[in-house]
């Protein structure tokens, strides 16, 4: 299976700052790279796909890059509702692989 | 489309456990894959497998000896059974719909049931 890295593991930033990720996989997965919000207690919800593109309805303030085996998620002016851990995904393999999450509070 | 997962809350050790997936607002017959994805308690996303309409099955390698899914289109629903389970197993478990763009499948679940969860536990 391709392992996928996040980090960091927790960040606490201040409402209205930019907000980095970064994944990186274990071996080329071209752009099969996904990210999720997950809030607790609830579902995952899909941000980005295919590396760079907004899922419909998101806000324009998440973004993604990259492709290979680097990526960077980004939350370009943290919100109070953006609070949650943030999980990277591949899908290069028949079997996806999630990396261990982010999790994301307001200092 | 929605998507809900039903089934016990509590299985015994080496016992089978069994989740249902009811679909909603779409018939699943019509295409489109459809997963299972799992979380241990405080812990992350793990993938568990995932079903095409037609009833092919991508499986994880280290569950494929212990993991049937079906899908039943009459019923719209898809189901997971994972046999001789531990405490290892319990988590808490999201059925989910795989995305596609233009015609195209992507691997990424776009629209999730909010989970079941399950614990293993005598």
């Known amino acids: 299976d391709i392992q996928m890295a996040q980090s960091p593991s927790s960040l606490s930033a201040s409402v209205g700052d930019r907000v980095t990720i970064t994944c990186q996989a274990s071996q080329d997965i071209s752009n099969f790279l996904n990210w999720y919000q997950q809030k607790p207690g609830k579902a995952p919800k899909l941000v980005i796909y295919d590396a760079s593109n907004l899922e419909t309805g998101v806000p324009s303030r998440f973004s993604g890059s990259g492709s290979g085996t680097d990526f960077t998620f980004t939350i370009t002016s943290l919100q109070p509702e953006d609070i949650a851990t943030y999980y990277c995904q591949q899908y290069d393999d028949p079997s996806p692989t999630f990396g261990p999450g982010t999790k994301v509070d307001i200092k | 489309v929605q998507l809900q997962e039903s089934g016990p809350g509590l299985v015994k050790p080496s016992e089978t456990l069994s989740l249902t997936c009811t679909v909603s607002g779409y018939s699943i017959g019509n295409g489109y894959y459809w997963g299972w994805i799992r979380q241990p308690p405080g812990k992350g996303l793990e993938w568990v497998g995932s079903i095409f309409h037609s009833g092919h099955t991508y499986d994880k390698s280290s569950l494929k000896s212990r993991l049937t899914m079906s899908i039943d289109t009459s019923t719209n629903q898809f189901s997971l059974k994972l046999y001789s389970v531990t405490a290892a197993d319990t988590a808490v478990y999201f059925c989910?719909?795989?995305?596609?763009?233009?015609?195209?499948?992507?691997?990424?679940?776009?629209?999730w049931g909010q989970g079941k969860a399950v614990i293993v536990s005598s």
């Open positions: 989910a719909r795989v995305a596609r763009y233009s015609g195209t499948y992507s691997g990424a679940f776009d629209i």
